[in-house]
């Protein structure tokens, strides 16, 4: 499992993608949060809160193309060159190859996160410590929770074709439905109790709770049973390619 772990790390950063995923959030989102925002709510400078509010707005949009961008890889570019047969006779079972997969692309997306904290110090220093501390670890907590059911959806996505940009394409789609498509969904109608029940199954509603600063079971069992669904049915198409 950690030789599968290892060998996505090692392929992420010796190809342009690793690089290009990197300086892209980095590079995006310092444009948008103290530079070029569309609106002052968006610049963290001119939005007059001691909050990194702005940057959790932001950076679901933007996980939402580069996680399937870093995903579609995976098992697709293995399907296309003939090797997934050689993978699966490893020693390994089909849940620890992709855990193994599913490990590699979490530490990328904690990479991702890290340089964050420079925005973290940099509102605290500016604003003399008043910065909501609570409400920041919930955001990021929320955030790496969203990134981790992308990363989810993103294998199986990958797993059930041998194209990486139609894996792209429906793991984009799959991100989309469930961070968006159930808010727009249950926001359609009429009755409020649909609509509530209809939201709960959207992540959004789950990430912007935790933000909160109040991190719910609820949110947490919605999260890991969000990711256990898409690892099952990973598994599964894994699994079918044996017969």
């Known amino acids: ?45 001119s939005s007059g809160f001691a909050s990194l509010e702005p940057l959790f707005s932001l950076a679901p949009w933007m996980y939402l193309i580069l996680i399937p961008a870093m995903t579609m890889r995976a ?16 020693p390994l079972t089909e849940f620890q190859i992709i855990l193994g997969k599913f490990l590699a692309y979490l530490l990328l997306l904690l990479l991702t996160l ?20 609570g409400a920041t670890i919930g955001s990021y907590i929320g ?13 199986f996505s990958s797993v059930i074709t041998k194209s990486q940009i139609i894996s792209l394409l429906i793991s984009i789609l799959f991100c989309l439905l469930f961070y968006f498509g159930f808010s727009l969904i249950g926001n359609a ?5 649909f609509s509530y029940i209809i939201e709960q199954f959207g992540i959004e509603e789950h990430y912007y709770s935790i933000s909160r600063g109040l991190v719910d079971t609820r949110d947490l069992i919605y999260y890991f049973c969000l990711i256990a669904l898409f690892t099952l049915l990973t598994k599964i198409a894994l699994v079918s390619r044996k017969w």
Do not use: C, Q
């Open 75 to 90: 098992f697709a570019e293995e399907k296309a060159n003939g090797t997934i047969e050689l993978l699966l006779t490893r």
């Open 189 to 193: 109608g009429d009755d409020t109790s």
């Open 1 to 45: 499992m950690f030789a599968i772990l290892k060998k996505e790390i090692r392929y992420f950063f010796s190809s342009l993608i690793g690089p290009i995923v990197l300086v892209l959030f980095l590079l995006i989102n310092s444009l948008f949060l103290w530079s070029y925002a569309p609106n002052e709510y968006m610049n963290i400078l």
């Open 114 to 133: 890290l340089p964050t904290f420079i925005y973290y110090y940099s509102v605290e220093f500016l604003s003399h410590g008043t910065i909501d501390k």
């Open 143 to 155: 955030l790496l929770l969203l990134g981790s059911s992308f990363i989810s959806i993103g294998l």
